[in-house]
């Protein structure tokens, strides 16, 4: 299947501290391809793989399931850390919940995590309602480039395939429980604002963690697709300097 221009994976080597992007559902790369180009130019290795199903049609991302992304995350987190002695993860919104599967299942290769809109609760209206609709309809209007500034698209599907939602409670189910075995430092950035998600995924997140190295910040002028937003700007400079922060740290402990 034709990957959409723009969708693409991106890369960028030749660095020794890492960073790995995830983005979310129904999105692809190009969400955050300009985060990761600012990373690229600071002297940072990036890897920002397309996951399966997204970037094409809404019909493939019906056929694939949460382990599908997670493997294709944890293969890109592979590349990194055969180069890279420091690698942080970041994410937006359900690519949130990935990232932080990887600090669960593989804490010594994830310095940090840097967490736009994560998404890892499922209490969005009408959930209660998803075992049944997926039966009766394929998909759902589409909630994608939920963005405030004007001009600005995201590059998501239109609609909502409902078998892969349904795969993302499942993922939710697996990850939320064991989020206490979280100890990497976090930077979390949330919009005020943000018509996707509701911002009990966020507290669900800061109250479960068991990192003591944690900080909120709360984005006054953007939606969802922060990355891409007015606020972008802001991201971007938090982010390098968390990353560059970990990065002396692992420096001195080697």
């Known amino acids: 299947m034709p990957v ?8 960028h080597d030749g660095a020794p501290t890492g960073v790995l992007l995830c983005h979310g559902f129904t999105g692809n790369p190009q969400s955050l391809r300009p985060w990761g180009g600012h990373l690229a130019a600071a002297g940072h290795a990036v890897e920002l793989p397309r996951l399966p199903g997204h970037g094409t049609t809404w019909q493939d991302l019906n056929r694939v399931s949460w382990q599908e992304w997670y493997a294709c995350v944890d293969e890109a987190l592979t590349r990194l850390r055969e180069t890279c002695a420091t690698v942080v993860v970041g994410a937006l919104s359900m690519g949130g919940c990935l990232a932080l599967r990887l600090a669960e299942e593989r804490p010594a290769d994830v310095a940090g995590l840097v967490l736009v809109n994560p998404w890892v609760r499922f209490d969005q209206r009408g959930a ?7 039966r009766l309809t394929p998909s759902l209007a589409g909630v994608g480039s939920d963005i405030k500034k004007p001009g600005v698209v995201e590059l998501a599907y239109g609609r909502v395939p409902l078998h892969a939602l349904a795969s993302v409670t499942q993922m939710f ?14 930077l979390l950035l949330r919009s005020a604002v943000d018509h996707v998600v509701r911002p009990s995924s ?19 002028d953007s939606y969802h697709v922060a990355t891409l937003d007015n606020d972008a700007d802001r991201i971007e400079t938090e982010s390098l300097a968390f990353i560059d922060r970990l990065a002396r740290v692992g420096g001195e402990r080697r």
């Open 202 to 220: 966020s507290r669900l997140v800061l109250e479960s963690v068991s990192s003591t190295d944690v900080t909120e910040i709360v984005l006054p």
């Open 4 to 11: 959409l221009p723009g969708a693409e994976s991106w890369s």
């Open 173 to 186: 189910a697996d990850v939320v429980p064991r989020l206490g075995s979280v100890t990497q430092p976090l």
């Open 128 to 134: 209660r309602f998803l075992p049944v609709a997926r």
